[in-house]
């Protein structure tokens, strides 16, 4: 083993298992050192400098307090793009990507006005905006931090999505009318807590994650019911969801009035998105 993986195992071992070792190791070999995968796999040494070395303790420092490796790098890709992230922004997971991809699907031929709630790192609207050149693409976040991050994205990644500062919980709609209007809120309850894992609980915002037992749905129904006023009638509202609650969720766009609620699972089979008609 090389000298500078058996170091890595030596700080991590007792804090993740082996398997994600292995995987910080690659990381840190291959992205932050830009270390030869090739060579990497052929299992040539690897010669640190002594900024390297110490770069590489700051790293580790952080993993040993469960810090995720993408708040560590600044970046994480999704949707085949490369995201920056803080703690300040949910790092996107690739359940969220599965929802992308199905509007995607869905609305490639239409020039719609589209409106995503609860932005976070930007992930959605833009890819939203870069696979559907001809939509128009909204965003809203209550935390100007996670505007901060989705604006620079946006920059960055070239596309033109209208990020903007709205508590969706307290918003009066106007008339602005939207084609499609997609959601991933916070959905975890405060009960769920005791299952999750440190590396979320410590670090990722709580802002963009929790909703209180007694009103699980809290933002479904507060999104659902703007819904009514802000698609235009035939449009299309998408939410990502608890998977403790995909017949609720479809059961509370029924009763607000959306007709054809569909529940689609995710690729490990969960409940995971909940669509509905206008
Ligand atoms: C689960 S995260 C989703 C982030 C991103 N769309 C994604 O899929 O990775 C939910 C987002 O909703 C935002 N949020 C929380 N409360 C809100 C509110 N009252 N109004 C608008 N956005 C809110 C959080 O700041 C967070 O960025």
Redesign the pocket.
Same mark, same amino acid.
């Given at each position: 083993m090389h000298a500078v993986e058996l170091h890595i195992k030596q700080a991590l071992t007792g804090i993740y298992p082996e398997s994600e070792i292995k995987g910080f190791t690659k990381i840190i070999f291959t992205e932050v050192f830009h270390f030869n995968m090739l060579d990497y796999y052929m299992g040539k040494d690897i010669n640190l400098s002594a900024n390297e070395a110490e770069q590489l303790d700051e790293i580790l420092a952080r993993l040993q307090k469960n810090e995720p490796i993408q708040y560590i790098l600044g970046y994480t890709e999704f949707y085949g793009m490369t995201f920056c992230v803080t703690p300040a922004?949910?790092?996107?997971?690739p359940e969220?990507a599965e929802l992308v991809s199905l509007i995607i699907k869905e609305n490639v031929d239409c020039s719609a006005k589209i409106l995503?709630?609860?932005?976070?790192?930007?992930?959605?609207?833009i890819s939203l905006a870069k696979n559907l050149p001809q939509a128009k693409v909204s965003s809203? $976040? *209550?935390?100007d931090e996670?505007l901060k991050v989705a604006r620079e994205n946006n920059e960055k990644l070239g596309v033109s999505v209208t990020f903007s500062k709205? $508590? *969706?919980?307290?918003?009066k709609p106007f008339g602005e009318k939207f084609n499609v209007i997609v959601?991933?809120?916070?959905?975890i309850t405060n009960a769920e807590k005791a299952d999750m894992e440190n590396n979320v609980l410590d670090w990722e915002?709580s802002?963009?994650?929790f909703v209180p037992d007694e009103d699980p749905l809290l933002?479904y129904r507060k999104i659902a019911e703007l819904g009514l006023d802000m698609l235009t009638p035939g449009g299309k509202i998408y939410f990502?969801i608890n998977q403790a609650f995909g017949k609720e969720m479809a059961d509370l766009l029924l009763s607000l009035g959306y007709c054809d609620a569909k529940i689609i699972k995710d690729l490990s089979g969960r409940d995971r998105i909940v669509k509905a008609l206008r």
């Open positions: 922004v949910l790092i996107p997971r969220t995503d709630i609860g932005a976070g790192s930007g992930c959605i609207a809203w $976040d *209550v935390s996670a709205v $508590d *969706v919980l307290g918003y959601s991933n809120p916070p959905y915002p802002l963009a994650l933002f990502e």
